[in-house]
């Protein structure tokens, strides 16, 4: 089974929520950064055919991600849709006004990321747990 991995790629704590989960994320800034390489703190959740709380959908599918950051006062959801084969790995790197996916293949057509309504952003927001970051 494959898996989607989200990575912070900010200077900050971020809490990441897939699919108002029961429970985020707490994923911590770059624990190590170099001149040639750095190295994320990362959440991985189980791609399934159909998204489900802490699950990635594939096929196409409606992905809700839900971010805070300790950087910031307000929060983002971003809407994640992907028409790569399920049995690929996908990554996503959360920057601090967007996220960038790519499969296993380094490939980032097939994936399509996007700010989601104020209506489901809020929507969202007000079903995830705290954020104690």
Known sequence: MANAFFLNA?????????NTSLQNQILAPPIAVAPESAILAAWQ?????RPFQGQFGGDNSQNLMLVISEGSSSYMVWDIHSSVPVVLDLYFYILGDQVVGMDATGWTGGIVVSGASKVVATQVFMRAPPAAL
């Open 10 to 18: 900010t200077p900050y704590i971020i809490a990441v929520n897939l």
């Open 45 to 49: 959740a189980p791609i399934t055919a």
